[in-house]
């Protein structure tokens, strides 16, 4: 491992770390807190896949139904439906519970309150003015047959109605919401069983001691008040704080006139520009007096852009083998403690967006923009120079923890802190910075394609 000559610190400098140090802690002390006001997304998600298993279910193979849907979907979203407050549920929500309900005392009383929706009034009447017939009636017929109904609410209230699976399922809809439900729920369980045995694989050889050596860490020559002023100053109190106050007005004139998924895309992609533009300038000051005779071959960030083929593969890998550990420490962190809230708010938006172009741009800013930013800040610099002066364990354990912290979420911070630290080991023993940005860019992903395939 290489050392560099150390950059000095002033009295100016070292005053202006101390400030940046309190107000960042100020400032993610209650980011935290708030946190836990913040709803999860995991109700949300919960309930779009019974939805989609409900309307899959037909449509699913015997193996694969008893797997995916169980044996009485309707019952099982009815149940998660009721445990909902009335005043919680959405116009959708309630429309969907109504006519689930068998009976009709109980389907006028969650109909009671008027919708709030136009739309949905005349279903509404319909449900609640109902009067069991066998078979469905001329107006109900021309109600249900709007071809871009939700087609989960025209089968349910369909059926409610009186009408018999063939008046009310569409089997084409059907198919199409099975493969995605196949999709959304066997994809993630072949990489955990993958990622499973290449993680156990990895400690065998590890104990075997048949595992390559790291190779020599290189780290940019700059100190601890350094990166105070870099991920204190630069991250939290600029990036989070200052420029946002003045990109606010900006993006607000930019989405003007846009529809709300394509205005929240766009604010949340300038946002994060806004945020990382600071830290990055900060990075390249720092460096920028470096004498460049002692400038390592690849760079002080040792991105090591070739061979991009093994960075792929190198990623990969260890995004695969970090997903048990993450999913595991989620699973725990539940179990003990329940939900906790605080779900970045950009996972709410993709789900229930249907805006191709609002897509486009949050892959953009999850997929691209995170991970090379958050990987430069936090691997490229902090990791190196936090190992050359508190060794590896703290270097790997610090630099995780700060990213996890960095992500503002009580309820997420375990599992981010996990992920940090297969960052952090994946950088130091690939010695290089791509791959873990192509880990990064896996996992942001791989949980963008779930909640595509769970939304809508």
């Not at 048949?210 to 020559?221: H, S």
């Amino acid at each position: 491992m290489t050392t560099p000559p150390l950059g000095r610190t002033t009295p100016v400098k070292g005053f202006l770390a101390v400030l940046s140090l309190l107000l960042a802690v100020t400032v993610w002390v209650v980011g935290l807190l708030d946190s836990l006001g913040r709803p999860s997304v995991a109700p949300a998600l919960s309930l779009q896949q019974q939805e989609m298993a409900l309307l899959a279910g037909s449509a699913l193979p015997d193996p694969l139904r008893s797997l995916l849907v169980g044996t009485d979907p309707a019952a099982t979203l009815r149940d998660a439906l009721r445990e909902i407050p009335l005043d919680r549920l959405d116009d959708r929500q309630r429309l969907l519970l109504a006519s689930l309900e068998g009976d009709s005392d109980k389907r006028r009383l969650v109909l009671a309150p008027p919708l709030g929706s136009p739309d949905l009034q005349p279903l509404q009447r319909a449900l609640v003015d109902d009067t069991q017939s066998a078979q469905l009636s001329v107006s109900e017929r021309e109600l249900l047959a709007d071809p871009k109904a939700d087609p989960l609410l025209r089968e349910l209230s369909c059926l409610a109605l009186g009408g018999t699976t063939v008046d009310c399922r569409q089997q084409a809809i059907a198919r199409a919401v099975a493969r995605r439900l196949v999709l959304a729920e066997l994809l993630p369980l072949l990489a955990l069983v993958l990622g499973a045995g290449l993680l156990l694989r990895h400690l065998w050889l590890l104990w075997r001691g048949g595992l390559n050596p790291w190779p020599a860490l290189t780290a940019p020559p700059l100190t601890l008040v350094d990166m105070v002023l870099l991920v204190a100053g630069g991250f939290v109190v600029l990036g989070e704080v200052l420029l946002p106050l003045v990109v606010s007005p900006v993006t607000a004139a930019l989405s003007r006139g846009l529809a709300p998924p394509l205005s929240q895309a766009v604010s949340v992609l300038f946002g994060y520009a806004a945020l990382a533009l600071p830290p990055l300038l900060i990075i390249r000051q720092q460096l920028k007096g470096v004498d460049p005779a002692t400038r390592p071959e690849g760079g002080w960030l040792q991105w090591r852009l070739r061979p991009a083929g093994t960075s792929l593969i190198q990623g990969g890998r260890a995004w695969l083998m970090v997903m048990p550990p993450v999913v595991f420490t989620g699973w725990l962190m539940g179990r003990l403690l329940g939900d906790q809230g605080g779900s970045n708010p950009l996972l709410e938006l993709v789900l229930r967006s249907q805006d191709p172009l609002a897509l486009i741009l949050l892959a953009t800013t999850a997929i691209v923009l995170a991970p090379l930013f958050e990987e430069t800040v936090f691997r490229g610099v902090l990791l190196p120079v936090l190992v050359r002066y508190l060794g590896r364990g703290w270097g790997v354990f610090l630099s995780g923890l700060v990213f996890a912290v960095a992500h503002l979420s009580i309820g997420e911070l375990p599992p981010l802190l996990v992920l940090g630290l297969g960052l952090a080991l994946l950088r130091l023993s690939s010695g290089r910075l791509l791959p873990c940005v192509v880990m990064h860019a896996f996992w942001n992903g791989a949980t963008f394609l779930n909640l595509i395939l769970l939304g809508g």
